[in-house]
């Protein structure tokens, strides 16, 4: 799947590479975008991303269940596999809290549908914040390391510098446009909510910084795996499936 390349200021990171069969580069940036597009609603408070009663709630249940470990489990067998080195095992780690929130948010809106009686919004909601929180910090963390190593290779700086301006710029985005009832609206202008801003900004864009570092790190930078490796092509296809199966919600 990865190339290493002999001289290279990132000649180790490629090796330590080799290990990680999870999707990485633009692949996986689309994957990402295409899995936060049902759940944006719910970041901005409503209720679910569903508008209507589903017609289907048992089949997106199991559908989102079936991902939920699915992913789970092929994020325990990147872990397992990289454990030699110890930033791509949270990273790992982080790609399954990735499909737990996803598939976990689904499986909540639909749930909120059948039984009216359940606080549905704080349920929803606090799912949203525990696990992408809790799965940035985790993840960021070998992110961080895989960062520093690579410090010395010219593509690792501009994927850093895209990232802080991407990060400026989604922390603008948030406080502008989201959990405001209107323009303007400086009634949750305060400490607490910036930080809740900033948070948020951080674990959206986490998983697409992760992209593009890992990718500048293995030397693949569409994320497209050989061909001639079909242990690393069916990981990428079961990983991909349980991320978006919630898209298939009916």
Not at 80 to 95: E, G, M, N, T
Not at 120 to 135: K, M, N, P, R, W
Not at 212 to 229: C, K, Q, R
């Amino acid at each position: 799947m990865n190339t290493t390349i002999p001289g290279s200021p990132l000649a180790t990171l490629h090796s330590h590479m080799q290990c990680f069969d999870l999707p990485i580069g633009l692949i996986s940036f689309l994957m990402h975008i295409l899995a936060y597009w049902p759940i944006m609603d719910v970041h901005k408070g409503v209720l679910t991303y569903i508008s209507e009663i589903p017609e289907n709630p048992r089949y997106n249940i199991i559908a989102c269940t079936a991902g939920l470990l699915g992913g789970l489990s092929i994020s325990t067998y990147s872990a397992i596999q990289c454990r030699a080195y110890w930033p791509l095992v949270l990273i790992s780690v982080w790609k399954g809290f990735f499909v737990v929130w996803i598939n976990g948010t689904s499986i909540l809106a639909t749930l909120s549908h059948l039984y009216s009686s359940m606080d549905s919004d704080d349920a929803v909601v606090e799912a949203c914040i525990i696990y992408t929180f809790l799965g940035a910090g985790v993840g960021t963390v070998g992110l961080g390391v895989i960062m520093k190593q690579g410090w010395d290779d010219h593509r690792m700086l501009i994927v850093v510098a895209f990232i802080l301006v991407a990060f400026v710029v989604a922390a603008i985005f948030w406080h502008l446009f989201i959990c405001r009832r209107n323009w303007g609206d400086t009634i949750y202008e305060h400490i607490g909510i910036w930080g809740l801003w900033i948070g948020t900004s951080v674990c959206f864009l986490s998983p697409l910084a992760c992209d593009w570092v890992l990718a500048v790190a293995a030397n693949n930078i569409n994320g497209v795996p050989s061909g001639e490796n079909t242990k690393v092509v069916a990981v990428y296809v079961v990983y991909i499936i349980a991320t978006l199966i919630s898209l298939a919600n009916t």
